[in-house]
């Protein structure tokens, strides 16, 4: 296993110097827009409209320069300038997991007029020295699975492969066609908890859930989180998917629950499913999700691996955006 080494060129080269957010938030957010725009869902559209909001926002500007620790927004990083013009940038954004401090190294952009001229390995050798300045060991990035070159320089700087998840989108729909199955949907029963939960578990491991501000008990049944939930006004839906429903009580079988969490980061469905379930009931809970949500939300988003059900997943109408490898640094 290979390990991160940073030259010393890394912090050399006088086109590379760090982000400064009074003056380069609305430039960066014009170049990951060029970059990125094609797959861009529209989270990471409000994304680019929050940094060029940030970068002519006063009284932000000054929190963040005490913030930039501490805050999920790019407010740390570096970039790379041509003739007074940011070309390639590289964010730091630091969460916090399990009392650890984790660094993720986002928005990896080089303009398409400047490829090829080492821009993003300078720039992502030194967002590496600085997590290591700060004494952060616990590094991550994200590529695009199509993209080989990318692939090609993180792993020769010292990263793995930890997963890949391809992220979906579809329209909601209160007229989205329902399949011929004998799989019915039902309420999440409560005896099915700890079911639920080891799925969910496996295919959103807690190794990939820094960037999460919240934890899979809101799920969790009971009277007191219930209480609290309506507390937080977090309105949460869940939908489990049943074979043999109408038949005797002990041959019926819960295949798959579907979770809806408007929680405003990210992916809003969770898909809890069996290494053995039936893909039809996935394909079953992400339409019924379509119909239920269409009055209150345009679209709706899925994060979830890569493997058996991508054609479950497509069967209900979602389209793939991207397919995301997510690589650790090794140390």
């Not at 080492?118 to 994200?142: C, D, F, M, P, S």
Request: aromatic share 10%; proline share 5%; net charge positive.
């Amino acid at each position: 296993m290979s390990s991160i080494t940073i030259p010393a060129r890394a912090e050399l080269h006088p086109n590379l110097r760090p982000l400064n957010i009074l003056r380069d938030l609305p430039a960066v957010a014009d170049l990951i827009e060029t970059c990125f725009s094609s797959t861009m869902d529209s989270e990471g559209k409000r994304y680019v409209q929050d940094m060029r909001r940030a970068g002519k926002d006063n009284s932000f500007i000054k929190w963040a320069n005490r913030a930039a620790e501490t805050t999920s927004l790019p407010l740390s990083g570096y970039v790379w300038e041509e003739n007074g013009k940011v070309v390639g940038n590289a964010s730091l954004i630091p969460f916090r997991h399990n009392k650890q401090r984790v660094y993720l190294i986002a928005n990896i952009a080089t303009h398409p007029d400047h490829r090829r001229k080492g821009i993003a390995r300078a720039l992502t050798e030194r967002a590496i020295q600085h997590a290591h300045e700060k004494k952060v060991e616990n590094i991550w990035l994200q590529v695009r699975e199509d993209n080989p070159g990318a692939i090609e320089l993180y792993t020769k700087l010292g990263f793995i492969e930890r997963a890949r998840r391809t992220s979906w989108q579809a329209s909601t729909d209160s007229h989205a066609p329902t399949l011929q199955t004998d799989i019915s949907i039902t309420s999440r029963n409560p005896g099915d908890w700890q079911k639920q939960l080891n799925w969910l578990l496996r295919l959103y491991p807690d190794p990939l859930s820094w960037h999460r501000n919240w934890t899979f008990s809101a799920l969790r049944p009971g009277l007191w989180n219930w209480l609290y939930l309506l507390f937080v006004d977090m309105n949460i839906h869940q939908w489990a998917a049943v074979k043999n429903y109408h038949s005797a009580a002990s041959s019926a079988t819960m295949e798959a629950v579907l979770a809806w969490i408007p929680y405003g980061r990210g992916e809003s469905l969770f898909a809890a499913t069996g290494e053995g379930s039936d893909p039809d009931a996935l394909t079953v809970l992400l339409l019924q999700a379509r119909r239920e949500l269409s009055h209150s939300y345009p679209s709706i988003a899925l994060e979830f691996p890569v493997g058996d059900f991508d054609n479950a997943i497509q069967a209900a109408g979602f389209k793939s955006l991207r397919t995301l490898i997510w690589m650790q640094a090794t140390s």
